[in-house]
């Protein structure tokens, strides 16, 4: 059987290899692109679309434009990573709103009713590198996730088809088994 295959939009984040190592652990095979080069459909190439971290803000939505149009159309699960559940969020008409720097693990509530979260305890510890957070969910998503600095950790579409996390999931072992929810939506 052929092995599922990722398509990572690489945003600028420092953890690309990390992050494709993960999924690639996971038995999917992964293939990076950039938002600016994001192909208009995936015809079948793809089972699942990643979008990575940034240091670039979420609010250029003339930029993200593409990967917006990519991520809405397309007919395959796909993961927002910090910067990356951020740009789908601002799209969707979420506020983000500057906030205390976190660096390292922190502890996370998750819903654990949600088949993204089957391998993990209904408290992960996850890994943060960011000042921006997520104030509410928007329209046409939920909040899955919270802790004590941010009251959206994790997204999820009202149709269980797009997922964003605030952390790192590249790092970590919840990170992993999180991901490992994700891919059995997929695999």
Known sequence: MAKS?????NNGTLSLKQLRSRFEELGSETEVTTAASVPARLDGRYQAIVLSGTKVRAYDGEFYKPLIDLVTEADVPVFGICGGMQIIAVAAGGR????????GGYQVEVDKE?????????VVTVFHRHTLYLQEAPGG????GRSEHAPVEFIRSEDGRIFGAQAHLEFRSDGLEILRGFAQLYQ
Do not use: N
């Open 5 to 9: 295959r990722v398509l990572v939009v």
């Open 96 to 103: 983000l709103a500057e906030g205390p720097q976190r660096v």
């Open 114 to 122: 949600e088949p993204l979260f089957t391998h993990v305890k209904p």
């Open 141 to 144: 998503f939920r909040s899955i």
